[in-house]
């Protein structure tokens, strides 16, 4: 065990980076600040630009990220208003300012049809003025909602690196955090992806799923490298509370850092950089050694 393991305790996995603070989360603010106020100060040149859809067709039995799952299209096109609305305060309040990177995450934004892609990258350039085919652009897809018309919607508005969640290619395994998952319909996702001609292609597996094995981890990094992905990206499995996992009454054996170790010893050993504890890019990446961006 590492000195890092044992200044964590029984387990490392206790936390989410990209969990989302409630409002009441911020201390009130008296008077209250006004947009124009808050950006008064700050550099407007580089900004990150982050568009969220809080919708997916279905929600992991691991997850507790803002998103409402098989939303009704009103629903969907009431959202899409109230983003637009916003995006037009914000760009009063920023004035002059200048975007770097430009990601769409959430929830799944190939949940939006064609129609709605084009509006939130019409948000992006017409109304905040972020051009997307001269700064790097991310987007994250599903296997259930993205198709050919859809990425190529995506590709002709500069999106660049589409990063897909695959979580597992053992349909067993992902089964057992509530996502009904089939293959071969991630194996022709992906090669939509790569004919449709991503420069970067982004995959995330999870490890430390019930049933899960080093054998098998290594399985689906080996599966993953079929699609010759510039990117790949380890999750642990968190239990979170409330959350199907969570509420199942049933010690959760850490198998994690064992599965954790063999996964990036393998990656190294093909020649993938490690970046950070989650990220590994390939040498053939065309930002190899360059910045990093997340959705």
């Known amino acids: 065990m590492t000195r890092l393991e044992q200044m964590l305790g029984e387990t490392p996995y206790v936390a989410y980076l990209y969990g989302y603070p409630h409002k009441t989360a911020y201390r009130p603010f008296t008077p209250a600040l006004s947009l124009e106020s808050v950006w008064a100060e700050e550099r407007r040149d580089a900004l990150f630009l982050y568009f969220h859809v809080p919708f997916c067709e279905m929600r992991c039995g691991f997850c507790n990220l803002f998103t409402a799952a098989g939303p009704k299209q009103d629903v969907v096109d009431g959202y899409l208003g109230a983003l ?3 995006a037009h305060r914000v760009k009063a309040a920023l004035g002059t300012a200048s975007f770097a990177r430009l990601a769409v995450g959430g929830g799944t934004p190939t949940l939006l049809d064609v129609a709605g892609l084009h509006r939130v990258f019409d948000l992006a350039e017409k109304v905040l003025g972020a051009d997307p085919h001269h ?44 996502r009904p998952q089939q293959t071969a319909q991630v194996e022709a996702a992906l090669d939509l992806i790569r004919s449709t001609g991503f420069p970067t292609l982004n995959l995330d597996l999870i490890y430390g799923m019930e049933g899960q094995t080093v054998e098998t981890f290594l399985y689906s990094i080996r599966q993953a490298l079929r699609f010759t992905p510039e990117e790949i990206y380890l999750y642990p499995l968190y239990v979170r509370p409330l959350t199907f996992l969570g509420k199942k009454a049933r010690a959760w054996d850490d198998l994690r850092i064992a599965l954790y170790r063999a996964g990036r010893e393998f990656l190294l050993a093909q020649g993938f950089t490690q970046v950070s504890m989650r990220m590994f890019r390939a040498s053939h990446a065309p930002n190899a050694g360059g910045p990093v961006y997340r959705c």
Not at 150 to 158: I, M, T, V, Y
Request: hydrophobic share 40%.
């Open 84 to 86: 637009e609305r916003e």
């Open 135 to 178: 700064i790097p652009v991310s987007v994250e897809v599903s296997p259930e909602t993205v198709d050919a018309e859809k990425l190529r919607a995506l590709r002709s508005r500069g999106t660049d690196r589409v990063s897909i969640g695959v979580q597992s290619f053992i349909e067993a395994e992902v089964a057992a955090v509530k």
